[in-house]
């Protein structure tokens, strides 16, 4: 079973940074696409948007383009972990963030209704 543990989340003022740690566990392919979902408050975590994604086998990485100059998305692969790095951060960044894995794809996943497993989410609040 696929198991993914999130940190890192908290407070922040407007203009200051957090990163997000993702731990997974229970695969043991390389195909595997790890995507950070920012959930709006009032909806459902799939109706959310895929802010980044990474693909394990060749570490081939996307960031939505209106956060590219704000996140990056990275991993370690021998700690098994992804990373959202998020700098700049906006009151408009809060949210509840979510890490989540498909396997078995071939590149990116950029869907959140694509993604199999998810973890149990950690909240990032941004003062003005």
């Known amino acids: 079973v696929v198991q993914l543990v999130e940190s890192g989340g908290g407070s922040v003022q407007a203009g200051g940074s957090v990163q997000l740690t993702c731990v997974a566990s229970g695969y043991t392919t390389d195909s595997v696409a790890v995507g950070w979902i920012r959930q709006a408050p009032g909806k459902e975590r799939e109706e959310g948007e895929v802010v980044a994604s990474i693909f394990i086998g060749h570490d081939s990485r996307w960031v939505k383009d209106s956060e590219q100059d704000r996140f990056t998305i990275s991993q370690d692969k021998a700690k098994n972990t992804v990373y959202l790095q998020m700098n700049n951060l906006k009151p408009e960044d809060t949210a509840k963030y979510y890490c989540?894995?498909?396997?078995?794809?071939?590149?990116?996943?950029?869907?959140?209704?694509?993604?199999?497993?998810w973890g149990q989410g950690t909240q990032v609040t941004v003062s003005s």
């Open positions: 989540a894995a498909v396997v078995g794809v071939r590149w990116t996943v950029r869907a959140p209704l694509e993604y199999d497993y």
